[in-house]
């Protein structure tokens, strides 16, 4: 959710965090907002990071959104796709050249061969063993961050891809699907009332009439609309809970008024 589709827009197209950020804001409710924002990163990577976000800032909310990159890839290992759509890479000639002449080629050819090999295979059958350890991870990760004054902890659902990118990515539909049953499961196993999945399909459903492909027009990414919405609904968690909490409570001053 760290960028938005189409890329390039208008300075207000804000992404999910920003989105509560303002929402709250103009709530009247103040915010010190911190985010952390990876591409293709892998859910164990909150477990060697939460004690630098999560100790010393002891936060009011956390917000997740992982298990969506163990959903994508079956064979291809993390380093090569990482390297092939770096944005890392300098503006030198040979680099450029590797990049167009060599990188981009093979990395397309070996996509392809993965695509095929997933079309032909159960959708879970690779790597069975991912959203338990996607779940497990968090599980930790969720009973660690409880000993910093029981935070709210949002994990959001995840959207499959859309239509137009399906055929590069044939059974992540369902492995999307097995995850979110997953970590709903997780959840409902934890059982505390702060600690919840937040359901966000329903709003391609009701804004998009359940087009995807306009919900996330590059195939992944949120539109600016569907970020905004996502945040709104993830601002009203924050909101409601923070309303609970008496150190969060903000003040009537509607007596103070001339």
């Not at 009247?28 to 004690?51: C, F, H, N, Y």
């Amino acid at each position: 959710m760290g960028w938005t589709s189409w890329m390039g827009g208008p300075r207000q197209d804000f992404i999910v965090p920003r989105v509560i950020e303002s929402e709250l804001l103009t709530g009247g409710r103040p915010v010190d907002l911190r985010t952390s924002t990876m591409a293709s990163e892998k859910t164990d990577t909150i477990l060697a990071t939460w004690q630098q976000e999560v100790v010393g800032f002891s936060p009011d909310a956390i917000v997740l959104v992982y298990g969506h990159y163990e959903t994508i890839h079956l064979i291809l290992p993390r380093w090569l796709e990482i390297h092939a759509n770096s944005l890392r890479g300098r503006p030198r000639r040979a680099a450029l050249l590797y990049r167009r002449a060599v990188l981009r080629p093979l990395w397309k050819l070996l996509a392809r061969l993965q695509a095929a090999i997933d079309a032909r295979l159960e959708p879970t059958r690779l790597r069975p063993g991912r959203p338990g350890r996607v779940v497990a991870d968090l599980e930790t990760y969720i009973g660690h961050v409880q000993k910093v004054a029981s935070p709210l902890v949002l994990l959001v659902e995840l959207l499959p891809p859309s239509p137009r990118v399906r055929s590069w990515f044939p059974g992540m539909s369902r492995r999307i699907e097995v995850m979110n049953e997953a970590v709903s499961g997780l959840v409902d196993r934890i059982g505390l009332p702060h600690v919840r999945h937040v359901k966000v399909h329903d709003l391609v459903e009701k804004h998009f009439d359940g087009d995807l492909d306009r919900a996330t027009p590059d195939g992944f990414h949120y539109s600016p609309q569907l970020h905004r919405l996502v945040g709104e609904r993830l601002a009203e968690h924050i909101d409601e809970w923070a309303a609970t909490q008496s150190h969060l409570v903000m003040p009537d001053t509607s007596g103070d008024r001339p």
